[in-house]
């Protein structure tokens, strides 16, 4: 992916070295735009095969929001990142807790929520002062979902929360 965003990248400073941002600068964005639509695309053709769509991209969609108010650990690699997130986002939906099961897996994502969120990325340029309104923000669309009652939203819900937990201790 890295050698497409450069190549992509080189392309656009050739078309226009004037008004663009640098080499480096596109293909960090560039990066992040390819690996979006290449797990955004691998989560839905999985979905389609499971004939499960609908529920993929609604998990696809809460799960991303969620993430990007409250953080969460990275995986080693963008790979294994893509690989674990649309075989999350199109397996998951297939689960169906109702009735109790549902609400302890909002609650449980409330509580995390309140407790460890927003857990940004080290590199993440969020000021602190952002923070506390992450955190409502957060909590605002996990108890959403007690209304809601999705099974769906409240799946994506419980596996963002679990990457927003500091399992290991911080230096």
Known sequence: MNSLAIKIS????????EETSSLEVMQYALNIILNTL??????????LFFNNLLATFIFYLSFS???????????PTAWA????????????????PVGQALWIIN????????????????????PPSWFPALKLISIVMVSLN?????????????VQSLTVIPWKRRL
């Open 38 to 47: 290449i797990t955004f695309f691998a989560a839905m053709a999985i979905g």
């Open 10 to 17: 080189a392309a656009i400073k050739r078309a226009n070295p």
């Open 146 to 158: 007690f209304l809601i009652g999705s099974s769906v939203i409240g799946l994506a819900f419980i």
């Open 107 to 126: 609650a449980v994502s409330l509580v995390i929520m309140l407790v460890f969120s927003p857990n940004p990325d080290k590199h993440a340029q969020i």
């Open 81 to 96: 990142c893509n690989i674990v997130t649309a075989l999350l986002c199109s397996l998951t939906p297939l689960l169906n």
């Open 65 to 75: 929001v969620l993430r990007i108010c409250s953080g969460g650990f990275h995986l």
